[in-house]
């Protein structure tokens, strides 16, 4: 099992297939494998490598994590990995860290996809130290009100059923400690960039995905990120909520392929 030492934490990552490489940054509360819904078709002809963010999976948890941390911990993985360049594909949490390494290491990009997330342009709740109650209840009773707010229909009009209750059954087995939730969620409470940065530093080929469901990041997040990259394209799922990984199955994985094809087609032409 691979690790990678940054920043006073070790970080476990991992890597599966052979091609054009692809970094996977999963979002808040969840393991790197929660990916699963697009792993093994992915791997199929790219080189996959995924990690758990700090507090999730098998890394450890520390205090006072921000979001340019955890994307020094993307950048750490990507180099024990062995990787000049990556896709890089982030969703929620993981598509304002994805936003942030393309921001910060433009060179290492091949591309960057921005899924069900927003460009974060306030600093909410700056200074207030304290997580949302539920983050300050003990870890067994947290995973049962989570297990209990789990149902099928969350996931948006358009999801099968049996797939939303599979991806229930493995988020109850998914590892994650309240340290590390709690301070993944002070991180994206303290994060802000800007529209100006944005355009200045997101010139690679950029993806935007989003379902019009999402009742966590509303879609109208992913259209102004959409209008704030002009050059972007923007994949709206109907009927998907906030992981259209599930609710648009297929479709949501053939369409980061597509456009990661695109680009390496694109690439390989110049």
């Given amino acids: 099992m691979p690790y990678v030492t940054n920043d006073g934490a070790k970080i476990h990552w991992e890597a599966q297939g052979q091609g054009t490489p692809v970094l996977l940054i999963m979002g808040h509360l969840y393991s790197s494998r929660m990916w699963y819904p697009l792993l093994e078709t992915l791997a199929r002809t790219h080189r996959v490598i995924t990690f758990d963010n700090r507090g999730t999976g098998e890394s450890d948890t520390t205090g006072n994590v921000t979001v340019e941390q955890m994307t020094s911990d993307a950048l750490a993985v990507l180099d024990a990995a062995g990787e000049r360049k990556a896709h890089i594909y982030g969703v929620s ?22 899924g069900c997330t927003m460009l974060k342009q ?37 999801a099968p059923r049996d797939a939303a209750l599979h991806d229930i059954a493995v988020i109850a087995g998914d590892r994650w400690t309240m340290k590390g939730v709690r301070e993944q969620n002070m991180a994206i409470t303290k994060y802000m960039t800007t529209r100006e940065r944005a355009q200045a530093k997101l ?22 990120l959409h209008e704030i990259l ?34 390496d087609a694109k690439r390989a032409a110049a």
């Fill in 230 to 263: 002009p050059h972007s394209r923007y994949v709206e799922f109907k009927g998907a909520g906030h992981n259209y990984l599930i609710a648009a199955g297929e479709r949501a994985t053939r369409s980061f392929i597509d456009f990661i094809e695109d680009v």
């Fill in 203 to 224: 010139t690679m080929p950029v993806l935007v995905l989003h379902g019009d469901e999402d009742p966590l990041v509303d879609v109208k997040f992913g259209r102004e």
């Fill in 122 to 158: 306030t600093r909410e709740g700056h200074g207030n130290q304290r997580a949302p109650w539920i983050y300050h209840m003990p870890r067994w009773l947290v995973r049962w009100v989570l297990r209990k707010a789990a149902k099928p229909e969350n996931y948006g009009s358009a």
């Fill in 93 to 114: 949490m993981g598509g304002g860290i994805a936003g942030e390494f393309g921001m910060a290491h433009p060179e290492r990009c091949l591309s960057v996809t921005l």
